[in-house]
């Protein structure tokens, strides 16, 4: 796929800015400063460019193939103030021409690529995904599965896991106090320490992805329709 930028809401101008996989939900971002966007592309390596699409830059350069390794890096997302990115990493390894093991785990770089830290250790079969930063940027909002989805969040440093509720796609509101997420297809918030469970919608139709207004004062998702 192609990343482009639209310009404007009822223009069909977009400007064409490279190549890059966009096959996963919310895989390219721009930095809060409005200079710069991240995404994965070529091998799901992470990337950034300049807004104008110049200075493309790979931040992380993983092998993809190495000795029945592949690694794939998606889903990455600015702090607060550009700074440090987070991203999923998975890893898998062929056992056999019938078996494979996998599992994904949460990275933390500085934004320009340096200082990789792996901030959880996942065994074969788990995973933890859907990274994002709290506004304050002291701590990491993620999901980790085994069996089933249960979010949880930790600091930047990888510290202090605590586990709040079953659930998928988290997301803080702009003043930190409020999370927003899915569960069983539906939309839910809670308490940023995980009480105060309230749903929000109660539709036979899949309700995914919500996200809070830049001012908290709304949430918006995507329904997708069955049948």
Same mark, same amino acid.
């Given at each position: 796929a192609e990343l482009k930028i639209k310009f404007k809401e009822d223009s069909k101008n977009a400007k064409n800015l490279g190549y890059g996989i966009i096959g996963y939900t919310g895989s390219h971002q721009y930095s809060p400063d409005g200079s710069k966007i991240i995404y994965n592309s070529a091998c799901e390596n992470i990337w950034m460019i300049d807004a104008d699409g110049s200075n493309q830059m790979n931040l992380t350069e993983s092998i993809c193939h190495e000795n029945n390794y592949i690694y794939t890096e998606w889903i990455p997302r600015f702090s607060p103030d550009g700074s440090k990115i987070v991203f999923s990493l998975g890893e898998e390894y062929t056992l056999s021409d019938t078996s494979y093991s996998h599992h994904?785990?949460?990275?933390?770089?500085?934004?320009?690529?340096?200082?990789?830290?792996?901030?959880?250790? *996942?065994?074969s079969?788990?995973?933890?995904?859907?990274?994002? %930063? $709290? +506004? !304050? @940027?002291?701590? /990491?909002?993620? &999901?980790?599965?085994?069996?089933?989805?249960?979010?949880?969040?930790?600091?930047?440093?990888?510290?202090?896991?605590?586990?709040l509720i079953r659930g998928e796609n988290p997301q803080f509101s702009p003043d930190g106090?409020?999370?927003?997420?899915?569960?069983?297809?539906?939309?839910?918030?809670?308490?940023?320490?995980?009480?105060?469970?309230?749903?929000? *919608?109660?539709?036979?139709?899949?309700?995914?992805?919500?996200? %809070? $207004? +830049? !001012? @908290?004062?709304? /949430?918006?998702? &995507?329904r997708r329709v069955q049948g």
């Open positions: 994904t785990d949460i990275y933390l770089i500085e934004a320009d690529g340096s200082n990789e830290r792996k901030l959880t250790k *996942t065994a079969g788990e995973e933890c995904n859907s990274a994002n %930063f $709290s +506004p !304050d @940027g002291l701590k /990491i909002i993620y &999901v980790y599965w085994h069996d089933d989805n249960d979010i949880y969040t930790m600091n930047i440093f990888g510290g202090n896991k605590r586990k106090l409020k999370i927003v997420y899915t569960c069983d297809y539906e939309i839910y918030t809670m308490n940023e320490d995980g009480s105060d469970q309230t749903n929000l *919608t109660n539709h036979p139709d899949w309700d995914l992805d919500p996200q %809070f $207004s +830049p !001012d @908290g004062s709304r /949430i918006f998702f &995507v």
